[in-house]
DNA sequence: TAAATATATGGAAGCGGTTCCAAATAAGCC
DNA sequence: GGCTTATTTGGAACCGCTTCCATATATTTA
């Protein structure tokens, strides 16, 4: 029982205390093997005793290694970003680093943040979350001298860097396809801006899977019934109100995202049109709560994406990685609720 | 135009390119004053030539700062908290600290946290978020040697903590005065599970409100009018619907957050209530959605609050504190399309 | 012009760890 | 027991910065 020191402990204390020398103590707390037992108790009681926890800013300096994760995020409010930051967590929570975060939510911020974090100094490795590179980022990314792995954002150039993506064209010819298969041919697609500033890049191969689902059908594309607005579930409901509003209206709408799919059943709800005999409904994600809405969507795995880019991440680090990997996680169909076939309109 | 060296350069590097010593470029790093104009461009010359950046490790270790703060949360999907945290993050992405961010799933990780997070080595403030400490969490965290502000969360023998509160309880109180007012006086009260493992009080102190306002107006307290459960917009659903198949069934509805309310109102919808003719709703947080779908709310600041608490956690490493700040921030009523008065019970 | 004062500069010491090398001790072998 | 080899141990040197003190140079002042 003695006073609580103003200063935190140091190895040197503990050396002291435990009546050993300095590298001994540090190879107690290193778990190197070459230490007798006694000797090892001895320390352990000095390192109890005095309260002691080692200096991490030391060791990082002395290894040179930052022991720190930077996670470059756009808008963290939005689900699908939060889910692959939980996955992140989650991963990194186990291991020794820490994981620090940016946040994204101006284009020059972006910049200055993709210039300036990937540096040895700073951190290990980077996690660069749905903000896929322009053509000037993409030498200064391959450049960095630090690991990074791309999470749902990537660049056709790319061939140096780590990526954990899903194959977008595929998963929006799925949904479109599945419509398809339905009967439906008046299929309408709700999404982001193709075009943003920040390159959002999903909401365009999505696009482009619809596009080939199409016309793999023979059914040739209507851009009336494609409508792009800000992300968000209020939006896309006024989008698809204008849709459904029109004469010649879809019997059928993908969104982007279930976000906006949400949307899009709101405003059936308010047309009064009956989902899914009316109106079918697919989305994109599979949130939470897609399930409790009984939402057909397209599931991407969320959470395990961001745990896969820390995996990836970690064995970077470890040499381990012949060279970068660029792994596609699957999507998965889930049949729900929400979408039926068109009676009456079935041709097959 | 030279090769990138392989390790990145150092002060040292600096120094010998510049030809002056140490100290001297550490000052210009530093900005200080007394170096002359002549050999502080030298030396900013050498630093771009380099591509020179000071390594935040060693600084730190130095300095004895970790320049690093910590923010401790719970499920860092809900709405609220993720607006907190933006606001934590827009702060600090000014200020030359980084943000480590711990997700907090279980109370497990809580406990281990609240242990070992707020350790001088380790960070130089620690923010909490909506996680009330418990009775034995209380000596643990003012002993801590390293300030600490707590948002959103509160123990009753708390003095030496700095914190950022709501008043819920007078939150509570307005929300359902106002309803009261409109004439109302079967009046349900839809909130997370009052008692949980995690101390999550704010649930608590609005249903304190909500009783205090009721007894004001000599309105009997009815237990089958308080639905309890999970947090979350479907399991309010799921709650409130009950409530509104009995007989005497409420005529407006306090939920404990927006989220909640939203449930509310889709329950009504399900039922073929009209809102507010049949039943009037009032949430609370004033999140973004809210506006949209009209919800009278009770605002609190949430991204001010994650702002607020990096303000005085900044002055706090400045001494400029002279004790514990304990800073309530103000709720405001917003009154919008969801409650109106209650038709042919008006008894004013 | 010399002395006193103000301004600039160089670099050692120190922050608290890790690691490597040399030395001490223990164990094994003939 | 004496020699070789394996196991432990101590501590200097180093990681890259800041800071303080001593020294050098420039500026005032009498």
Same mark, same amino acid.
């Given at each position: 029982?003695?006073?609580?020191?103003?200063?935190?402990?140091?190895?040197?204390?503990?050396?002291?205390?435990?009546?050993?020398?300095?590298?001994?103590?540090?190879?107690?707390?290193?778990?190197?093997?070459?230490?007798?037992?006694?000797?090892?108790?001895?320390?352990?009681?000095?390192?109890?005793?005095?309260?002691? @926890?080692?200096?991490?800013?030391?060791?990082?300096?002395?290894?040179?290694?930052?022991?720190? &994760?930077?996670?470059?995020?756009?808008?963290?409010?939005?689900?699908?970003?939060?889910?692959?930051?939980?996955?992140?967590?989650?991963?990194?929570?186990?291991?020794? #680093?820490?994981?620090? &975060?940016?946040?994204?939510?101006?284009?020059?911020?972006?910049? %200055?943040?993709?210039? %300036?974090?990937?540096?040895?100094?700073?951190?290990?490795?980077?996690?660069?979350?749905?903000?896929?590179?322009?053509?000037?980022? @993409?030498?200064?990314?391959?450049?960095?001298?630090?690991?990074?792995?791309?999470?749902?954002?990537?660049?056709?150039?790319?061939?140096?860097?780590?990526?954990?993506?899903?194959?977008?064209?595929?998963?929006?010819?799925?949904?479109?396809?599945?419509?398809?298969?339905?009967?439906?041919?008046?299929?309408?697609?709700?999404?982001?801006?193709?075009?943003?500033?920040?390159?959002?890049?999903?909401?365009?191969?999505?696009?482009?899977?619809?596009?080939?689902?199409?016309?793999?059908?023979?059914?040739?594309?209507?851009?009336?019934?494609?409508?792009?607005?800000?992300?968000?579930? #209020?939006?896309?409901?006024?989008?698809?109100?204008?849709?459904?509003?029109?004469?010649?209206?879809?019997?059928?709408?993908?969104?982007?995202?279930?976000?906006?799919?949400?949307?899009?059943?709101?405003?059936?709800?308010?047309?009064?049109?009956?989902?899914?005999?009316?109106?079918?409904?697919?989305? #994109?994600?599979?949130?939470?709560?897609?399930?409790?809405?009984?939402?057909?969507?397209?599931?991407?795995?969320?959470?395990?994406?961001?745990?896969?880019?820390?995996?990836?991440?970690?064995?970077?680090?470890?040499?381990?990685?012949?060279?970068?990997?660029?792994?596609?996680?699957?999507?998965?169909?889930?049949?729900?609720?929400?979408?039926?076939?068109?009676?009456?309109?079935?041709?097959?």
């Amino acid at each position: 029982m003695e006073a609580v020191p103003n200063k935190p402990a140091t190895i040197r204390d503990v050396a002291r205390l435990a009546e050993v020398g300095l590298g001994t103590v540090s190879r107690v707390i290193n778990d190197s093997p070459q230490v007798s037992k006694a000797t090892r108790s001895r320390v352990h009681k000095a390192i109890s005793e005095l309260n002691y @926890v080692p200096n991490p800013t030391a060791r990082r300096l002395s290894l040179g290694r930052t022991m720190t &994760i930077a996670a470059i995020t756009p808008f963290f409010t939005r689900p699908s970003i939060t889910e692959r930051l939980r996955g992140i967590e989650n991963s990194l929570a186990e291991s020794e #680093y820490d994981l620090i &975060i940016f946040n994204v939510e101006t284009v020059a911020r972006r910049d %200055e943040l993709i210039r %300036e974090v990937p540096r040895r100094e700073r951190v290990d490795g980077v996690l660069i979350l749905s903000l896929s590179p322009c053509d000037e980022d @993409v030498p200064i990314l391959e450049k960095a001298d630090v690991p990074i792995v791309l999470v749902d954002a990537n660049h056709p150039s790319l061939t140096r860097l780590n990526r954990v993506i899903v194959d977008d064209v595929e998963g929006g010819r799925v949904a479109t396809q599945h419509l398809i298969e339905l009967g439906h041919r008046r299929i309408g697609y709700i999404s982001d801006f193709l075009d943003n500033a920040f390159n959002f890049t999903s909401s365009r191969y999505r696009f482009q899977g619809y596009r080939q689902a199409l016309s793999g059908a023979g059914i040739p594309f209507r851009s009336e019934y494609h409508g792009q607005s800000e992300h968000g579930r #209020y939006e896309a409901e006024r989008l698809v109100k204008m849709m459904l509003n029109n004469e010649d209206r879809p019997t059928a709408i993908f969104a982007a995202s279930d976000t906006q799919a949400i949307g899009v059943l709101e405003a059936a709800r308010d047309l009064g049109l009956r989902v899914p005999d009316d109106l079918s409904v697919i989305g #994109y994600d599979d949130i939470e709560v897609a399930e409790y809405l009984g939402l057909t969507t397209v599931r991407q795995l969320l959470f395990e994406s961001g745990q896969r880019a820390v995996e990836i991440l970690l064995e970077s680090f470890e040499q381990k990685l012949a060279e970068p990997l660029c792994e596609v996680l699957p999507t998965e169909l889930i049949i729900r609720k929400t979408t039926t076939s068109r009676s009456g309109y079935l041709e097959f």
